[in-house]
């Protein structure tokens, strides 16, 4: 149980256009999901905080405009790069807090994005 | 602010010797204390957590930490490390009521054989 996915698990796309990342919980409801962003040999830096039907909460330094989130459901958040440059290039990684638990989250596998 | 310290980017142990792996955190409340690992182009694995009760916490793949609330740590060992054991482990603490997690720098585990 507790199953995360995340899709794609990779994406290459051409500098200037949007890329949308599904994070979906299989097995269990989430109010919350987090997306983690990391560079090769660096630890996970949080993006954002999704409470589903909220806004998200963006951690400073983070463009709100350029990282969109949308928490439409119980089990799906969506990461919307939009007009990726190659610096948006990085590991993107979303986790999910089961509904009533404050002290678990359970991570995807990760998307890679590559800008060219 | 609350910090996580892990001591040492990068440990090498021959396989059979034991792992430590070390972890020392900063924070004004009690935490929840967090151990996981990450396998090349993959996402995270928890192993083991402490949130309350028995300090001694035990995980999988027969790893165990123990939270020392006097020196703030919460360190990562294996009595014998397995070739499989190679990765990358991240500690990462939260603190009750809280919604984030905060990683540590990550330390990555090379086994030789």
């Known amino acids: 149980g507790a199953v995360v996915s995340q899709h794609p698990s990779w994406v290459i796309c051409k500098s200037g256009t949007s890329v949308k990342i599904e994070c979906r919980s299989l097995d269990f409801q989430a109010t919350t999901m987090f997306w983690y962003r990391q560079f090769p040999k660096q630890s996970l830096m949080l993006m954002a905080t999704?409470?589903?039907?909220?806004?998200?909460?963006?951690e400073q330094g983070v463009e709100k405009d350029k990282f969109l989130i949308n928490h439409a459901s119980l089990t799906l958040s969506t990461l919307t790069v939009t007009s990726a440059h190659p610096e948006d290039s990085s590991f993107y990684i979303c986790?999910?807090?089961?509904?009533?638990?404050?002290?678990?989250?359970?991570f995807g596998p990760g998307t890679r994005l590559t800008v060219l | 602010a609350q910090s996580v310290t892990q001591l040492g980017s990068h440990v090498s142990v021959s396989e059979g010797a034991l792992v430590l792996l070390r972890c020392n955190y900063s924070s004004s409340v009690p935490p929840y204390l967090f151990w996981y690992v990450q396998y090349p182009n993959q996402g995270l694995q928890l192993l083991l957590k402490y949130t309350t009760g028995a300090t001694l916490v035990k995980g999988i793949n027969g790893f165990e930490a123990e939270f020392k609330k006097s020196e703030t740590s919460f360190h990562l060992t294996k009595p014998s490390a397995h070739m499989s054991d190679a990765a990358e482990y991240f500690c990462a603490v939260s603190f009750q009521g809280a919604q984030k997690l905060v990683f540590g720098q990550g330390t990555r585990l090379t086994i030789n054989p």
């Open positions: 986790s999910a807090r089961p509904l009533g638990r404050t002290d678990t989250q359970y």
């Open positions: 999704s409470n589903e039907g909220s806004k998200a909460t963006y």
